[in-house]
């Protein structure tokens, strides 16, 4: 037998703790990588959310005035110089009174004379009915002539069609002196005017423009961008600039065909249902229409991703706890959200928080909200129990 040292002997000890120690390290390291590879099978925790179709509301806020629904514009029927003008801006007129007149001294002159010319028309009526009557007897007694009573009819009724036209000249004469009085055909307000006393003035020269009392207008200079939008009912509400308590709705009644050559906005007339008293006219008001679009989804932002170039989400599928990914098309960026106007469906289920580490395959568990203040609870897609994930 070989003698050995105590230095040996603790060597083969200390050799031999060693060997254990390390198959006990191993142990414990196979055993943390089987634990860790049958934690990824539990699926990753994420935040899911169901897609939803819905309409986006916005509104679109213009400045505008009151204006009359409808002008009238008054006009001389004849030329002249102007005598008076019996109103101005601001008055208002009723139906059928006098706002204006012409100097009447050549109207009155024609008048005398289709007097006197009637007056001679009728006194030559007279002797050709009594020649003709003279004719007529001798005719009948044989004591003259064919030509002579041919002659005696033709003249009288040659007097008779004098004496009509100098009873038409009459009229129009008194016609013409009616009308170097301008008289208002409504009632309303005058909103403008383009005559002094002495002014000289064309048939059919508007003078003055009066606004009708029966209807009110607020009238926008609006983009050509905002006439593709539409709404709903149409329903504009408008509102007084000065006293923003002052308000009353009304809907589109006229869009001008043409853009404005300076400002190339079109013009849009809005019809106002009862407008109150307050919205005098030129008043400044505040338009206010909402507008929804067609049916779209809204995403939350936390849930955009991107692939390649294109931007995408990641869809979850229900059957199998397994993540996709989806390309969509963006409609536009909104604070917190995003609007898609391609590439979802009604009933989609993303994922709206935890995409970072994501991958194509990969199992997750959906996170469900609880109930106000209280803390997310997980569902495992196997048992279907839930439980608070550890913090």
Known sequence: MIPTSNHQVRGHRFRGLSIGMASALMLLSLGACQQEAAAPAE??????????????????????????????????????????????????????????????????????????AL?????????????????????????????????????????????????????????????????????GIVTARTIEPGEVVQPGQVVLQVAREDGRDAVFNVPARLLETQA?????????????????????????????????????????????????????????LELSTAAIIAIPASALTQQGQSPAVWIVDPATSTVSMRTIDVLRFDPGQVIVSQGLEPGDIIVSGGIQALHPGQRVRQLTPMPAGGRTATTDPQSGKRGVPPT
């Open 119 to 187: 007056q001679a028309a009728r006194g030559e009526v007279n002797t050709t009915r009594n020649t003709f009557e003279r004719q007529d007897r001798l005719m009948a007694q044989g004591f003259t002539t064919r030509p002579r009573f041919d002659q005696a009819l033709k003249a009288q009724e040659a007097a008779q069609a004098q004496l009509e036209n100098a009873e038409a000249q009459l009229d129009l004469a008194q016609d013409r002196l009616g009308f170097t009085e301008l008289r208002s055909g409504i009632e």
């Open 43 to 116: 699926g990753r925790p994420v935040s899911v959310v169901k897609v939803e179709a819905g309409k986006l509301s916005s509104d679109i806020t213009l400045s505008g005035e009151i204006q009359a629904e409808k002008n009238v514009g008054l006009a001389f029927r004849i030329g002249g110089r102007v005598a008076e003008r019996l109103v101005n801006v601001g008055d208002r007129v009723s139906a059928g009174q006098v706002v204006a007149r012409l100097d009447p001294t050549l109207e009155r002159n024609q008048l005398m004379a289709a007097k006197a």
């Open 232 to 288: 709903d009912d149409g329903t504009v509400f408008v509102t007084l600039a000065d006293a923003p308590t002052v308000t009353t709705t009304g809907r589109v009644r006229e869009v001008s065909p043409q853009a404005d050559p300076v400002t190339r906005t079109f013009t849009v007339k809005v019809g106002l249902d009862n407008p109150p008293e307050a919205m005098q006219l030129g008043a400044t008001v505040v338009g206010r």
